[in-house]
């Protein structure tokens, strides 16, 4: 007869501890990852991992040549992991509301490449958070715009900045941005340089082209984009760049983000009445969530921001 499985009967610091080096590891994807996000060394989250294993009596996840893997326990195991450190987050935000206190963390999730948007809205509250609360720690991650709804709505992140493509239930948000995107070629394609008049729709959808992987564009920018000869992909904007800036292809970017090719002469706007589209994006919080004063306070400057004109 098998031995039945222990009980956990309480958790500590120690458990606690233990946890947040599994939920990383979780989140990077592996040990190796992880080192760098840890500050330890690869042998010591081994040995962490398996000191979990053995207090929780499960087999959380398999390690070698294939690679890093979790086991049907260690999926239960982390969400469970995620359900208990958020809870302990929202006593510790509580406890210090009640002392009127901004202490605590700040986790936000954000789509790539915003920060060369003109409206500063997030660093200036984030700016304006720090004044506030100096020991208010931030832990930006920058990830695709589902990612940063599942963080928000399971509790790693306490707020997100994505495109506003659909009302997801269990979240509420507020418009932040809205940004214009244009159609580009780099130096040393044939459109490049060619007069406007030469610059024509039939030329343009003839030419090689890229489209995004991830879904974060309106409508009409998809209508847009098959309209175009696609032969590449790219998952982030950063991709698109890399791609544009080879002289090989055409492709749609963030006017704020391409600014800094187009004025080094690197980048040229293609048929910028006709191609271009808006996105807006918004700060998403989740509906419900335990009261957070670090939370309240962000939120608070990001809509002020607003109201009060700032840059």
């Keep these: 007869m098998s031995k039945p499985a222990r009980a956990l009967a309480a958790v500590n610091d120690t458990d606690v501890r233990l946890l947040r080096v599994f939920r990383t590891v ?11 996000e840890l500050n330890i060394s690869r042998a010591a989250i081994s040995l962490h991992m398996a000191d979990l294993e053995k207090r929780l009596g499960l087999r959380l996840c398999r390690r070698g040549r294939a690679g890093f893997l979790l086991t049907d326990d ?3 195991a982390y969400e469970a992991t995620l359900r208990l450190l958020a809870g302990l987050e929202s006593f510790r935000s509580e406890i210090n509301a009640a002392h009127g206190r901004l ?3 700040l986790n936000i999730g954000i789509t790539d490449n915003l920060v060369t948007l003109p409206q ?46 659909r ?20 130096r040393g394609h044939p459109l490049f340089d060619a007069p406007e008049g030469e610059v024509t729709r039939a030329a343009v959808e003839a030419a090689d082209a890229i489209a995004p ?29 890399f791609l544009i800036i080879t002289g090989c292809y055409v492709g749609f970017l963030p006017t704020h983000y391409a600014r800094q090719w187009v004025e080094r002469g690197a980048m040229r706007t293609l048929l910028p009445d006709t191609h271009r589209y808006s996105l807006e994006f918004h700060a998403v919080t989740k509906t419900g969530a335990q009261p957070n004063l670090v939370l309240e306070r962000f939120l608070e400057l990001l809509k002020a921001g607003e109201a009060d004109g700032m840059p």
């Design 26 to 36: 979780v989140e990077c994807g592996g040990f190796s990852a992880a080192e760098v």
């Design 74 to 76: 260690g999926r239960l």
């Design 103 to 105: 202490r605590g963390e």
């Design 120 to 165: 500063m809205r997030v660093t200036n509250a984030l700016r304006a958070l720090k004044r506030a609360g100096p020991e208010v720690r931030v832990n930006i991650r920058m990830i695709p715009p589902n990612e940063v709804e599942r963080g928000v709505l399971d509790g790693r992140l306490h707020v997100g900045v994505v495109p506003a493509r």
């Design 167 to 186: 009302a997801l239930p269990g979240l509420a948000g507020f418009p932040l941005y809205r940004e214009e995107s244009r159609l580009y070629c780099g």
């Design 213 to 241: 992987t991830r879904a974060q564009q309106p409508p009409e920018a998809a209508d847009l984009q098959q309209t175009l000869n696609t032969t590449a992909t790219a998952t982030d904007r950063e991709g698109v760049a």
